[in-house]
Nanobody
Framework: QVQLVESGGGLVQPGGSLRLSCAASGNIHTIYVMRWYRQAPGKPREQVAT???????NYADSVKGRFTISKDNAANTMYLQMNSLEPEDTAVYYC???????????????WGQGTQVTVSS
């Protein structure tokens, strides 16, 4: 069993900041990549940021310069520091990871349950 649990969402005013966390737990052997996605009402799910096992990062154009993805390998935890938040950032943010468990050789995708981020005055 593998679980990804997000936390840190909430209501924030435009221009404010939030820090999301995603903790991975369970029978994890190797984490290859972790990603943040988001989905706003009526819109498709959008990939926001990616971090690989080697620490390489990638961002959607819409968040470049405002969001920073990072991770704590020892804790199997990923973070998303979100600054200069805009109403357009309002969405449910999901944690995703491609990883291998100790029982299955083939890597699989796992998802968290999501955390709501609302940017509004």
């Amino acid at each position: 069993q593998v679980q990804l649990v997000e936390s840190g969402g909430g209501l924030v005013q435009p221009g404010g900041s939030l820090r999301l966390s995603c903790a991975a737990s369970g029978n994890i052997h190797t984490i290859y990549v972790m990603r943040w996605y988001r989905q706003a009402p009526g819109k498709p799910r959008e990939q926001v940021a990616t971090i690989t096992s080697g620490g390489s990062t990638n961002y959607a154009d819409s968040v470049k310069g405002r969001f920073t993805i990072s991770k704590d390998n020892a804790a199997n935890t990923m973070y998303l520091q979100m600054n200069s938040l805009e109403p357009e950032d309002t969405a449910v943010y999901y944690c995703n990871s491609r990883l291998r468990t100790i029982y299955v050789l083939t890597p699989r995708e796992f998802w968290g349950q999501g955390t709501q981020v609302t940017v509004s005055s």
